[in-house]
């Protein structure tokens, strides 16, 4: 069941996205066709986020290896030290059943180290028991909590049980190499975009239509 959801849930996502980009797309389209140089500044900034958001994932990406690293929970502090994250397996640790949450299809869990002295709160973008969470070896991207993310999630898990030296770390699991390549391709499309733009929106159909001489007249004789 789990499956058609998923799938019902992206082919909506889809549809309403596309739905939303056309009508987007199509208001700039009007508002910029009348002017050449306006577009060219439209096109410019939309190239200039493209190539932003190219660099930053191609970055990521450099840095994520094709497979996750097996690394053990006692030793991950270590590892993320000079690091701002690292795509990992987790090959050891504990799962603290009594402190997870959900959120809509998202699950929060919490994975210990023996000792207690790091926290892992694993995030899942699907629904998992604590008998699932057994038997699976969790990987994902990992990395330390910033102020926003650690406030969003002691909304859903209870991080004050835990000691106040604990290395509290943060694994996206279902993050990794996939979402950094979706983002390379994005970023390729909106500057490839940007670059062109001022020839689409002169080329707008809608613009040609509405500013299409009209046929003269003919004048009323007078009798």
């Known amino acids: 069941m789990d499956i058609i959801y ?25 508002f910029s066709s009348y002017s050449k140089p306006l577009a060219k500044i439209i096109g ?18 450099r840095q994520i290896p094709v497979h996750p690293d097996q690394i053990s929970i006692e030793n991950i502090t270590t590892e993320l ?4 994250h690292l795509w990992v397996s987790i090959p050891d640790g504990k799962w603290d059943c009594n402190n997870m949450a959900f959120d809509g299809r998202n699950t929060f869990a919490v994975l210990l180290s ?21 038997e699976l070896q969790p990987s994902g991207k ?24 604990a290395a509290m ?13 979706m983002g390379v391709a994005m970023g390729i ?15 707008n159909p809608s613009h040609n239509r509405n ?9 009323d004789s007078m009798s």
């Not at 939309?46 to 994932?57: E, L, M, Q, R």
């Not at 899942?124 to 057994?134: G, P």
Request: glycine share 4%; with cysteine.
């Open 114 to 134: 023996k000792s207690e002295t790091v926290i892992v709160v694993a995030s899942f973008d699907e629904n998992k028991t604590c008998q699932e969470l057994h």
């Open 211 to 219: 500013t299409a001489a009209l046929p003269p007249q003919p004048r």
């Open 81 to 84: 030290s000079t690091k701002r």
């Open 44 to 61: 410019f900034s939309i190239a200039s986020i493209g190539a932003f958001i190219f660099i930053t994932f191609y970055n990521e990406l």
């Open 6 to 30: 998923k799938a019902i849930f992206s082919v909506t996502g889809v549809a309403v996205l596309s739905f939303l980009i056309q009508i987007g797309l199509r208001q700039i389209f009007d």
């Open 169 to 181: 770390l943060s694994l996206c699991a279902y993050c990794g190499r996939q979402n950094s390549e």
């Open 189 to 203: 499309f909106f500057s490839v975009f940007g670059l062109f733009y001022d020839k689409l929106a002169m080329w």
């Open 142 to 165: 990992l990395s330390k909590f910033v102020r926003r993310e650690f406030a969003y999630t002691s909304n859903h898990i209870n991080l004050s049980k835990y000691g106040p030296t």
